[in-house]
Structures are given as C-alpha cells and as structure tokens.
C-alpha cells in the first residue's frame, strides 16, 4: 500500500514539473540588407546596431555656435544652431525597416546658450574707447588680433578673469608683428605684440566703469598717450591684467575697432538670468 503512495505522489511531482527549459524571447534583430549612410546593419542585434550609430553621432553630430559680436564693427553675428543623431529613434527605426531599406538618421537641432536675442538683452555695465593715435602697420595688427582674443569672452559670476590666459604670448607663428613698446628702462623698442597694453588698458577702463574688483594690474614704465595718467594697464610675460565679475550673472566682453581702425571700444556687458 504504502509504495503505491510513493508511486501516485511521484507521478504528481513528475506532472508538475517541465521537461524541458522555458524558450527565452528572442532579441530583435536589423532585416537582412537594411543599410544607414551607407553602412551595412542588416542582421544585426540591438546592441551591435546601437554601437555603430554611437559611431556614427561622432562623426555626423554637429556643435553649436553661439552667436558673439563682431570684432571690427561691434555688430551682432547670429548663432549657429547644431544638430545631434537621436540614437534612440534611429534605432527604433532600424528596427522596424524592411529587409533592404536605406534608413535615414533621425538628427534633432539644438541652439547654444548665446543665441543673438541672449546678446540683444545684454546690460552694458561699462565701456571705455581709446583712440588709435599710432597705426603703423604692425601695431595695428596687433591691436586688431588682440582685440579679437578677448572679444565674445565670457566670465562667469564670481570668476576671474586673466588677460594674458585669453590673448597667449605675442608670438610670430600666431601673426603677431613687431611695434613700438616700452622697455623696462623707459625707453622705446620694436618687439612682437606692441599694442596689446592699449587693449589692456582700455579693458581695465571699462572694468573701472562696471564697477567689477581688479585682482591684478600693472603702470606702463612711460605715460602712454592713449589714456590719461594713472589709467593704464600694461601686460609682459610676468605681468598680468586680471579682475574679477564680482556681479550674480555671467558677463561677455565686447571689442571692436571699427573699419576705419581710428579708435578702440571695448564693451562690459551682463546676460541675461
């Protein structure tokens, strides 16, 4: 009796139980010939698909530009919006395509942070302009490429800024020329970057004018005829122009020498919240 027992409850125990694995859902694959700018993905699972467009969004995504201010007139130039693959849709995409479908990306536009009504809504804080008094051919290249090296930059609140970080050393690789400066006696020389100081001093003018702290700033050895005694900021290897925006919002710079190059403005201004 007893073994008949074991025998019924064996044979429940075998019914419950599965013969064989349950069948795993089968992970979709890209039909066969299916193609993306011009690359083969048929027959490939999600995973490996989903690799070759991270590859592809390197090679095909595009930045944004922000929109900025022109360095000779002072204008604004607009931005340039960017544009990124969506890889989650293209996927989708590749997936549900047809066997031998070419699939087009699915790329979203996107703006930068400054577009031209950022710029448009700006606060001037300060300005200042010096007037071109001395404009030999390389001072004025100087002067021109040196002004484009802090125009359009941005500081953030509670940031320091550094003039000889944003303009780098006055080198001739960098199409600096040789012009008049001040040598540490006082007297006068021709060396690469002769003009810069009058950038630098102009941007310490307006930063006095926005009220902003300087944290760094040096006399030129001579009184310079740009500015009046007292007002200027000369830059070298080991001196620096630096200060800080003291203010709650980022500020952008603007400088600009006009067509004519007779006189140099250089702009503080903060955006907007």
């Keep these: 009796m007893l073994w008949l027992l074991l025998a019924g409850s064996l044979a429940v125990n075998a019914g419950c139980g599965l013969n064989a694995p349950a069948p795993k ?25 989903g690799k070759v467009l991270t590859t592809l969004a390197k090679a095909k995504d595009v930045p944004a530009v922000n929109a900025g201010f022109d360095a000779v ?65 390389g001072r004025l290249v100087n002067l021109r490429l040196t002004g484009k090296l802090i125009n359009n930059q941005i500081i953030a609140a509670g940031e320091e800024f550094s003039f000889n970080a944003a303009t780098g050393e006055p080198t001739a690789e960098r199409g600096f020329q040789p012009a008049t400066v001040f040598a540490d006696n006082g007297r006068k020389e021709q060396s690469l970057g002769g003009g810069m100081c009058q950038v630098s001093s102009t941007l310490y003018n ?16 001579q009184l310079v005829n740009y500015v009046p005694p007292g007002k200027d ?10 200060f800080v925006n003291t203010t709650r919002r980022p500020i952008i710079i603007r400088a600009f020498v006009g067509t004519e190059a007779s006189r140099l403005t250089v702009d503080v201004l903060a955006l907007p919240d």
């Excluded at 992970?27 to 698909?49: F, K, N, R, W, Y």
């Excluded at 004018?209 to 300087?214: E, G, I, R, T």
């Excluded at 900021?233 to 630096?242: H, S, V, W």
Aim: proline share 9%; glycine share 6%; no cysteine.
């Design 206 to 221: 307006a930063v006095l004018a926005a009220k902003l702290k300087v944290t760094e700033r040096h006399p030129h050895s």
């Design 25 to 49: 859902p089968q992970a979709p694959l890209v039909a066969d010939q299916v193609t993306i700018e011009g690359q083969q993905v048929g027959g490939m699972s999600a995973e490996a698909a």
């Design 73 to 137: 007139s002072g204008e604004i130039f607009p931005e340039r919006p960017g544009q990124r693959l969506n890889v989650a849709d293209t996927l989708q995409a590749l997936l549900a395509a047809p066997a031998g479908s070419k699939v087009t990306p699915v790329y979203q536009p996107f703006l930068p942070d400054i577009t031209a009504a950022v710029l448009a809504n700006s606060q001037q804080l300060g300005t200042y302009t010096t007037p071109v008094l001395d404009k030999s051919a």
């Design 233 to 242: 900021a000369t830059t070298y290897t080991d001196k620096d122009f630096r």
